[in-house]
Structures are given as C-alpha cells and as structure tokens.
C-alpha cells in the first residue's frame, strides 16, 4: 500500500508540472485500489482482534497497522487532489521556477516516505525518527514556494489562476509531510508502546521561527 501510495504522489505532480491531464485522471481513477488496500487492512486487523484476542505487542501492532494505512489512505487523497488540481489549471499561464521547486519538494517528500516505509517494514525506530526529522526540510520548501508563489501573482496578474493551483499543491504536499511524520510515530508506539511528536515545527517552536526566518532571509537574496 505505501509503494502504491508514493506512486500516486509520483504520478500526480508529474501530472501537474507536465500538464498531463490524461495521467491525472488515471491518477484520480486509481485511488479506488488505495481505498480497497485500507478496507482489506481493517478487516485483517479487526478480525485478528476479534478472533485471536492479541496482547501487548501484538495489540500494539494492529493498532499501529489501522492507524498507518490510515494515513496511507489520505496521503492516497492529497494525491488525487493534486490531480485534480492538474486539470483544473489546465491552460492556464504557468511559472517554470516554481513548477522546478514543486517537483524538488516532491522528491524530499518521496524520499522520507520510502525512508519511513522501510523503517516500518524493518520495525526500525531510530530510522523512523530520522525520517520525521526529515519533515523540517519539505516544511522550509513549502515556505519557499509559497513566498514565490506570493510574489509572482504580485508581479503579473496572469499567473494568478496557476499560482492558485501552485499553493494548493504546494499545501498539500506539506501535509503529505505530516501524514508521514504520524507514519513515524506510529512505528515508535508498535516498538515501545510511547505516544510520541515527532512533528519537528510542533515539538520546537523555536526551531520553525528560525526556519522561517531563514526562509525571508534566502527569497531576499
């Protein structure tokens, strides 16, 4: 399912950048696999409850297991509006700088989900916390984008209608961030049965002010 998944975010902003909307729609087509992966997921799991009584580590893991492909599943959704958002545009006067650092921060984004899989299949705590660090670098990306995008509709009103659908990408694949940094947690809970933030701009305020800061300081120069 996360294969499945990273696939779909793969897909969909390449959908976007390349104006594919024959891809999107495929995209779009092909969440229903997704939604079905889940459904299977939650069946196995409950029937496990149901019929095997688990305890301790075993209760742990099915927990963990529902509440991933969970977010599995709507990381599956934020990919679906991606595409959506690639056929809306559609037409529309784009902006090259913005579209290269979209698809820069889908590839840190794709890179921490396969991280996060990996550590999930491995049941590798300490990998696990090293790719919800990872959330701090597609978080400044996204603030990037977002300055840019900000500053290209104040430059030419044309790009408005593509810098609409940019900020909505953009947003979306932050939020695909934070649905793997629960990825991470919910490894750390399978193995140590802690409830656990690992969502860097939430666990250190001060840390995201300084990125934030650093963000200005880099669209200024």
Known sequence: M???????????????????KELAQHVIEQDQTTNEEETGLEVQALNLM?????VADD??????????????????????NIARETIRASGSQRVVGIENAIAEMTA??????EKVLDAYAQADEKVAREGAAADLEVDKQYILVRDSITAAMRQDAKTITASSSYLMVS?????VGDHIVNL?????????????ELNPGKSDLEMLHTLLNNSEQELNQ
């Open 2 to 20: 996360g294969i499945n998944v990273s696939e779909q975010i793969y897909q969909a902003t390449k959908a976007f950048i390349d104006h594919d």
């Open 50 to 54: 149901a019929l095997q009584q688990p």
């Open 59 to 80: 209760f742990r893991s099915i927990i963990s297991i529902l509440k991933a492909s969970s977010d599995l599943e709507r990381i599956g959704d934020h990919a679906v």
């Open 108 to 113: 840190s984004v794709r890179s921490m989900l």
């Open 171 to 175: 947003r979306l694949l932050e939020r």
């Open 184 to 196: 991470s947690e919910w490894i750390v809970y399978s193995r140590t049965g802690e409830l656990v």
